[in-house]
């Protein structure tokens, strides 16, 4: 048996940003909604090609990209398996973008 801190640590927010509260909310969503399929390293779900620093890297590069994608994955991606969440408002959008981006190179700086 692992720790939830040993495992949730790989995908644990990142840099200046990592204790605020749409970056900590982004979190939350992401461990219960994305981790399962989505991974960081040898941590997380297999199921997705896409990793979590490329979810990062859209989030971080085209926000507008990364919304799209995460609410209708197939109108992006014809052969994506992800099921989309239209319900996720604007809100909850802007905190899982906030949190993956705290992956992004970018804002390491």
């Not at 605020?20 to 219960?32: M, N």
Request: hydrophobic residues 35%; neutral net charge.
């Amino acid at each position: 048996f692992r720790s939830e801190k040993e495992v949730f640590g790989a995908i644990a927010p990142r840099g200046p940003h990592a204790d605020e509260s749409a970056v900590q909310t982004g979190y939350k969503i992401a461990q219960q909604n994305c981790y399962r399929c989505h991974n960081m390293d040898a941590e997380g779900g297999q199921k997705s090609g896409l990793s979590w620093q490329l979810l990062s890297t859209f989030a971080a590069g085209s926000p507008e990209f990364f919304a799209a994608y995460v609410r209708n994955p197939k109108a992006t991606n014809p052969q994506a398996q992800m099921p989309g969440s239209p319900a996720y408002d604007d809100a909850i959008i802007s905190a899982l973008t906030a949190y993956f981006q705290t992956f992004s190179a970018k804002e390491k700086q």
